[in-house]
């Protein structure tokens, strides 16, 4: 599509030109006829007109708002339309939703990952909005003869003395104004917000409790057959032989085939980002029945080449790990002062080996994608969250330009990191191919629990000196993570500046590595999901080492970064929200019966800072139940959608109690051994306490919810649980503990 | 196989291999997609329909069981989404992603349908076969007391602990 300027000159140059300058997801400077034809801006009585990419107008006054990110329920399907909308001074309810298909031409960064999109799109979708609102003040300026100075703007209608159109009526005209510059078009100040601050339910809540279709799972397209995809069941392990023809035979099969992309032209060509998938192995099942497809799955019989990561097992990490612990580890990330000599001088050194497992996403809406080739371009309609690093890779794999494959974003049955990759859409590409009709792949959950990216397990042996003051003068961690060379495994890595680093004078952070065949990324809140629990709950065996408040030895900690040290975060947001969560939990005040306690944990990620109090009974038998979750964030100084943010921190606070609870993916023979949720355990509603939330609301710039409320659960937890039974939780998850007491 | 029931008030027949799941054959002969496949096995609940008014995992349910009986789905639960579930759950701005929320709604409407104001320790009870993977539990109970009196006395209007929508939430 092209976007044509004032003059009529084609100016895709200058539409690119404009969208470089404005930077995060700017398209003003351009107007797009909806139908890619110039006439769509005739000024017919229901023609609707595009004032940006992100708005069309119809004369009936109803805005329809682009949402250009990918919904994984993170609410921003609604939150990025609030920001255009409150701009424009448009009344939501005058205000339709759409979802926008990806267009890296027309949108920048349709990504869902990272919580990203409020810092990287507050500021952007609000001048979208801005712009939009200027154009249709000129064109009633215009229509008055005046300047746009002297008009307002309010209740989707501009006025000037007591004249008033509203935006409908000056929609067609308002698109032959040309766009004011995004960078210097005046925003409202925050006090005239009417829709930022507001709690504006989910767009698409009215189709959720109808049981509309909206997600992937329930594309269907015309002539589509189902398909499943059998892999080795070790990590890696390729398809030697099968019996295809038996399968063929199955009830409702109407082919079989072994899908082997590595053998395929064009298709080695490494991933172009951040997020890498393996190339597909494995064998398709295609027929007029998912069900009756994956029946057929029990007639196959398969030889397989399992390769290498056949000898890798949970147990064999376990092993090596403690192994390597015992050597000199093979790399310093970080080295403040003398760790090692301040150990030695130290009144009082702790010691302590902290472990925790892989983990699976486990989406509810098992992995799918429907693919269909037509007219020399791929067609697909995917849960993504990376649709541009996918289109990329996909291109690169199957041998076809990028701008021949369309996606198509569905609505997410959860995300949680899984859908930054997208090897089920390659799956599905490859497959629909191959059996040269449109297909629709589905995962069953036995798939999506054995063929994730997981989150990495992790080793840390680590050491801690306390002065005769019972200060932290020494920390030194010895990380044993996944990784050959100087590469970590994807997500198994560690920020060199990870607290406590930059608030004790003698801080050292090393690594070693084991190599690992099975695949690892981003889960919610990565590294910081799992580091979280290893500081926060050796910052608390300190403690009481030092016989000091759990929670006060952190605000001295914090206290304590030598002036002009440069560090990750500021210290003082996370001091109040730390004073904030100790005053609502009532901490140390609150009269608690025996065998109920508290514990805290406080943690910085996703430029969020979250301190949590966990209060927990442990009976003397050993039953754990949690009573509640207090939880104080600092997000800066505006809540988009303080009910979906409130929603957001609960859901990750209480994913962090199920990850600790009961959550684990071990490996045998480089197989998974959990395969659905009786051995994968998620949170149910018997095990969910109430979360608590509050805010400080501090003078800093907007940033993302997705995340950063899950890391201090898990430590907050363990903490309660030593304070109530004396006995510390070194290694996740819980289950695997006797907490015993008496 | 022809087998004949009733699906949101309306008889229905379908030829289906008799072991197929009445679930594959809502979604995929019946294109009625609101019923969602999460695990396969009666874990997650995603696939609960009413059978005879009662809640039921229909991943795990063979269609040669639905001869003869009453089910109901998300899309038959009310007309135009106004059941009392329906109206709250959109009230409490309960979803996330809200894929499981079809089967949550179909759990919650059974349980009110049986007892009309059930404690936290009966929501606990009757909807932990429920997974919500987002977690949104805190709001699934306010929702099902809030459903709960929007049952007794449709015009009431939110009372404030039950919203789970504040700033802070006690």
């Not at chain 1, 009633?140 to 003869?145: I, L, M, V």
């Not at chain 1, 003078?699 to 995340?707: F, K, R, S, V, Y």
């Not at chain 1, 890391?711 to 030593?722: D, T």
Request: charged share 20%; aromatic share 8%; with cysteine.
């Amino acid at each position: 599509m092209n976007a044509v300027d004032k003059t009529g000159n084609l100016s895709r140059r200058g539409f690119l030109h404009v969208t470089a300058l404005a930077g995060g997801g700017m398209l003003l400077g351009a107007r797009f006829p909806l139908d890619g034809a110039r006439g769509a801006f005739a000024a017919t009585a229901d023609a609707a007109t595009a004032l940006n990419a992100f708005i069309r107008l119809t004369p009936d006054g109803i805005a329809t708002i682009m949402a250009q990110n990918p919904e994984i329920g993170q609410g921003v399907k609604t939150m990025l339309p609030m920001l255009i909308a409150e701009e424009l001074d448009i009344p939501w309810s005058q205000v339709r939703v759409e979802q926008a298909d990806f267009d890296s031409t027309k949108y920048r960064g349709q990504m869902a990952g990272g919580s990203m999109a409020t810092p990287m799109h507050y500021e952007s979708m609000r001048r979208v909005g801005a712009a939009a609102r200027a154009m249709l003040v000129e064109a009633a300026a215009k229509e008055w003869k005046t300047r746009p100075e002297k008009c307002t703007t309010e209740a989707g209608a501009v006025h000037f003395k007591n004249k008033s159109l509203s935006y409908g009526e000056l929609a067609s005209a308002a698109a032959d104004i040309e766009p004011p510059n995004p960078r210097t078009v005046p925003l409202k100040d925050a006090k005239d917000f009417r829709i930022i601050g507001q709690e504006i339910p989910g767009v698409d809540n009215p189709q959720i409790v109808t049981g509309k279709p909206l997600f992937g799972i329930d594309v269907t397209v015309p002539g589509m057959k189902y398909a499943v995809f059998e892999k080795c069941r070790v990590h890696g392990g390729r398809v030697k032989s099968a019996n295809l023809d038996a399968v063929k035979a199955s009830p409702g099969v109407v082919d079989a085939f072994v899908v082997d992309s590595t053998a395929q032209a064009g298709s080695a060509a490494p991933s172009p980002s951040m997020f890498q998938v393996g190339l597909p192995n494995g064998i398709a099942i295609v027929g007029d029945s998912w069900w009756l497809v994956n029946e057929a799955r029990s007639k196959l019989e398969v030889t397989w080449d399992e390769g290498s990561t056949a000898s890798q097992s949970t147990e064999s990490f376990d092993r090596q790990a403690e192994e390597l612990s015992k050597q000199a580890p093979e790399q310093d990330l970080r080295n403040d002062g003398d760790a090692a000599g301040a150990l030695a001088s130290a009144a009082k050194t702790l010691e302590a080996a902290y472990q925790y497992p892989f983990l699976a996403h486990a989406p509810l809406e098992p992995q799918n994608t429907t693919a269909h080739f037509h007219d020399g371009g791929l067609e697909m309609w995917a849960p993504i969250q990376t649709p541009q690093f996918a289109r990329g890779d996909l291109a690169k794999a199957l041998g076809i330009p990028e701008d021949q494959i369309t996606i198509h974003l569905t609505r997410m049955g959860g995300g949680f990191g899984r859908r930054l990759y997208w090897d089920y859409m390659l799956e599905a590409a490859l497959i629909a191919r191959q059996a040269g009709v449109p297909v629709k792949l589905v995962w069953n959950r036995e798939d999506d629990t054995r063929f994730d990216y997981f989150r990495p397990g992790g080793y840390h042996y680590l050491q801690g000196g306390l002065d005769e003051a019972g200060n932290l003068t020494a920390w030194r961690d010895h990380f044993v993570s996944f990784g050959e060379g100087r590469r970590f495994a994807p997500s198994a890595e560690m920020m060199p500046n990870e607290f406590p680093q930059g608030f004790v004078p003698n801080f050292a952070l090393q690594a070693s590595k084991m190599p690992l065949g099975i695949p690892t990324g981003a889960l919610r809140a990565p590294t910081s999901n799992a580091i979280s629990f290893v500081v926060q709950s050796f910052i608390d065996e300190l403690a009481v080492e030092a016989g000091k408040d759990p929670l006060q030895f952190r605000l001295d900690l914090l206290d304590s970064a030598p002036a002009g040290t440069r560090t990750a975060f500021d210290p003082g947001r996370m001091k109040a929200v730390l004073e904030l969560v100790r005053d609502k939990s009532e901490w140390g005040k609150a009269d608690l019966p025996e065998g109920t306690g508290q514990g805290v944990a406080f943690h910085f990620s996703h430029r969020g800072y979250f301190a949590e109090v966990v209060q927990a009974t442990v009976s003397k038998e050993g039953e754990l139940g949690v009573d509640r979750i207090w939880v104080a964030g600092d997000v800066g100084r505006q809540l988009v959608n303080p009910s979906n943010a409130l929603n957001q921190v609960q859901g990750a606070a209480l994913d962090g109690l199920g990850q600790a609870l009961d959550q684990e993916i071990t490996f045998d023979g480089g197989r998974t051994n959990e395969s659905n949720f009786h051995n994968f355990k998620l949170l149910r509603i018997d095990q969910a306490p109430p979360v608590e939330v509050h805010w400080v609301m501090s003078d800093n710039q907007p940033t993302g919810l997705g995340e950063p409320a899950l890391p201090p659960v898990p430590p907050a937890l363990c903490n309660a649980i030593f304070a109530v039974t004396g006995k510390r939780i070194r290694s996740l998850p819980i289950s695997k503990h006797d907490l015993i007491w008496a | 196989m022809a087998i004949a029931f009733t699906l949101n008030g309306k008889s229905t027949t379908v030829d289906a291999p008799p072991e197929m799941p009445l679930l594959w054959v809502l979604r995929d002969e019946l294109d009625l997609k609101g019923t969602k496949f999460g695990c396969g096995r009666s874990f997650c609940g995603a696939c609960t329909v009413h059978v005879d008014g009662e809640p039921e995992r229909s991943c795990r349910m063979p269609v040669s069981r639905a001869e003869g009986k009453e089910i109901t789905t998300i899309e038959g639960l009310s007309e135009d989404g106004a059941h009392p579930v329906q109206l709250a759950w959109q009230e409490i701005d309960v979803p996330q992603c809200g894929y499981c929320q079809a089967g949550q709604i179909m759990s919650a409407s059974a349980l009110l349908a049986n007892n009309p104001a059930p404690t936290d320790g009966d929501i606990d009870e009757a909807m932990s076969g429920n997974i919500c993977r987002c977690a949104t539990y805190n709001r699934i109970r306010a929702a099902i007391h809030r459903a709960a009196d929007i049952a007794q006395a449709p015009s009431a209007t939110s009372h404030e602990t039950a919203t789970g929508a504040g700033g802070s939430e006690a």
